[in-house]
């Protein structure tokens, strides 16, 4: 990639735009970094002779570069025991550092480099905080590199837990693939500069996938680092996946969105770790909790704490008045500080137990922590219950009774409510999400100069903890993605990720519609649907785009040609484009209509590759949107050989002229069935909105 990284003054940065050559500069942003059961809930399985494991040989020969806060390598997650030789195409290295030398690579992991320059260049970096550790190498201190790296394609590892919880056989969901760690993440966050760096470095190593679990808030695409590293790494080859962020429910917060990035919210597992609290007057409030031990604390008195403004009521640091809660059960509501930190504040103020309560904003969630001292997590119906029976009672009273692991009794997937959600702000035209996976209590490695809980007085050590985010789902995908790869070799990254999109599950687990909280939930929530190994891998059709497309694609959203040339690094014609290519429409794997004030009528081109088997007959069903009329042609598409393309229409008409107070958007699908083998059915949601 044709730029670079400099420490410059507003005046020096006026005065260098203005030089001919130069397209554009940016200012350094800073970005956030966003299993012993998930690949059995997904389906995954090694007895399985026709499964999906064994027949991408679990990822072998693949290699997932991941962007992130580095790996701890003693990890027995990336043992290497069982792994073929690195690939001979693989050009990577494995860098020297503090604590880090190039023997700690091994088959598993076979890449290691880290990127600094902007987390030193920025305003802060100059010292070390005193609460953490930082390794200038690529191992890992905060523990979310190690996690998501696991979680993708971490080895086997038999009777994996936390402190006794979920007991489980570890692995990630392309065991046999190689890992590339590439450290972009520290203390001070992470750097667009470092990041740019780091793709440009993946690429030419030879990574087959990127894995990102870091983010913001939308950007334009000409602005946005990973956008335009991203489309680099499609040109060579190389699908790259992204964290959706964490910004939801609130509508149109997705991050990273650009079309040839697969962008993965996060949903949940039917796993629960119960922990109920029960009053003295015998009625009980459902929690959860993976504090270990499966033993009830002491009847104890309850307490929550408000006092002015010093935010005791939030547990926040120095706030609680030890008297008050020595000795006690103290509730805390959420938000403000992290939900681990509260414990160790009412620990350290002499608190025996605690109840986090959730706020409105955060409803049900149920993001679980091992605690430092007995503690469980309640919903927001469930916090008003309790603050009622506290102020309604002289000397409320209570336990906290822990039930381990509960795994198959409860409803999933469903959308975690922090998964971000659509619209695309920067291309409405394009669905996002594109797909949801596990992301809510995800269980992975972690390094051992962590206790579980991250926090710095935390000093128990494991190998594995629980985190949430749609930081955990995008490894879920990165690693399927692979097992797709290791099949399919020659596929375009849009080949694979139309296979993930396009072969998802619509339904949860009960047979139910997948939802978001208390209602169903829509395409902007759940993208195309939750991710389905199993049908992944032998899609049947796929929707592929060639590089090309994507240009005429950002010309048809009215990008400038200097905007494009930041992005692709190609210097077009927009104007020539479109005349070459009159309603032009991005073959993606969802479809999308907006209809604006006065447009009734659109037409989407699609066009369908045949990956599946000669002589394939596929009709279309199609579940129509409220409000329009849609019509598909042609309704049969025959494909006589394996790797031939069929084109189709779809017309969608308006029923209405504009948006009303109640319909504003609608969504249905449009499936292509094959006619002899209900595997094939290739769905992709349809979103239709009036402006």
């Not at 570890?170 to 972009?184: F, I, L, N, S």
């Not at 609680?320 to 959420?334: E, F, H, N, S, Y």
């Not at 309640?378 to 029976?389: A, Q």
């Not at 200097?562 to 210097?571: A, C, E, L, V, W």
Request: with cysteine; proline share 6%; hydrophobic share 40%.
């Amino acid at each position: 990639m044709d730029g670079f990284a400099a420490l410059l003054s507003e005046p020096e940065s006026e005065t260098l735009l203005g030089v001919r050559d130069v397209i554009a500069i940016r200012p350094d942003r800073v970005l956030e970094i966003q299993t012993t059961y998930s690949y059995k809930f997904l389906g995954l399985s090694a007895s399985i002779n026709g499964g999906a494991w064994v027949r991408s040989g679990f990822g072998q020969g693949t290699i997932i570069g991941v962007l992130d806060t580095g790996i701890w390598p003693e990890s027995p997650s990336f043992d290497d025991k069982h792994m073929p030789l690195v690939p001979k195409r693989w050009r990577g290295v494995c860098q020297d550092g503090e604590k880090f030398d190039s023997s700690m690579c091994n088959n598993k992991l076979i890449g290691a480099r880290f990127y600094a320059k902007g987390h030193h260049a920025s305003c802060n970096a100059g010292e070390r905080p005193p609460a953490f550790m930082e390794y200038v190498s690529v191992r890992d201190a905060h523990g979310h590199g190690t996690h998501t790296t696991s979680t993708a394609a971490g080895v086997s590892v038999p009777r994996a837990n936390v402190l006794g919880n979920g007991v489980g056989e570890a692995r990630g969901m392309a065991p046999g693939a190689h890992v590339a760690m590439y450290k972009v993440c520290w203390y001070t966050g992470c750097y667009s500069s470092d990041i740019l760096a780091a793709m440009d470095d993946a690429i030419r190593d030879g990574v087959d996938i990127l894995s990102l679990s870091l983010g913001g808030f939308p950007l334009p695409l000409y602005d946005d680092t990973i956008a335009i590293g991203s489309f680099r790494a499609m040109e060579k080859g190389v699908l790259v996946v992204c964290a959706a962020g964490n910004n939801g429910p609130m509508p149109s917060s997705i991050a990273n969105e650009a079309p040839w990035i697969t962008t993965v919210g996060a949903s949940t597992l039917d796993r629960r770790f119960p922990a109920i609290v029960r009053f003295a007057n015998g009625k009980v409030l459902y929690g959860e909790s993976m504090f270990p031990g499966h033993n009830a604390t002491k009847e104890l008195e309850l307490v929550y704490v408000i006092a002015g403004e010093n935010g005791s009521e939030f547990c926040l640091k120095g706030s609680l008045p030890r008297a008050k809660v020595q000795g006690k059960i103290v509730v805390c509501d959420r938000t403000l500080n992290g939900r681990a930190e509260k414990g160790q504040v009412v620990k350290s103020f002499g608190g025996a137990a605690m109840i986090l309560a959730n706020k409105e904003i955060n409803l049900e969630e149920n993001s679980v922590d091992v605690h430092v001292l007995p503690a469980t997590l309640i919903g927001y119906s469930e916090s008003l219950r309790l603050k009622n029976y506290i102020n309604s009672t002289k000397t409320p009273r209570a336990r906290i009774e822990f039930g381990g692991t509960v795994i198959g009794k409860s409803r999933a997937p469903m959308v975690a409510l922090f998964s971000s959600r659509g619209p695309s702000i920067t291309s409405p035209t394009i669905l996002k999400p594109d797909i949801v996976a596990p992301g809510v209590n995800i269980i992975a490695a972690w390094p051992q100069n962590l206790g579980p809980t991250g926090l710095p007085e935390d000093s128990r050590r494991v190998n594995f903890t629980v985190l949430s985010g749609t930081s955990m789902a995008c490894p879920h995908v990165s690693g399927i993605a692979a097992l797709i790869r290791s099949a399919h070799p020659t596929w375009s990254p849009a080949a694979v990720k139309s296979a993930l999109m396009t072969s998802t599950d619509a339904i949860d687990h009960w047979g139910k519609p997948i939802s978001d909280g208390l209602k169903p939930a829509d395409v902007f929530a759940v993208g195309s649907g939750h991710v389905n190994p199993e049908r992944a891998l032998n899609p049947g059709l796929v929707y592929n785009i060639m590089p090309d497309e994507y240009l005429t694609h950002l010309c048809s959203i009215r990008y400038t040609r200097t905007q494009i040339f930041t992005i692709t690094h190609r210097s077009v014609n927009c104007r020539d484009i479109m005349k070459k290519n009159k309603g032009f429409s991005l073959n993606y794997p969802s479809l999308t209509a907006i209809f604006r004030q006065g447009k009734t009528n659109t037409v989407i081109k699609r066009r369908l590759t045949n990956v599946g088997s000669p002589n394939s007959t596929y009709f279309v069903e199609v579940f129509t949107p409220e409000g329009v009329k849609v019509r598909v042609e042609p309704q049969h598409l025959m494909f006589n050989h394996v790797y031939q393309t069929l084109s189709y229409r779809v017309w969608l008409i308006s029923r209405k002229r504009r948006a009303t107070k109640t319909v504003i958007h609608s969504q249905g699908h449009l499936t292509w069935v094959h006619t002899h083998s209900s595997h094939y059915r290739v769905r992709s949601p349809i979103s239709v909105t009036w402006g």
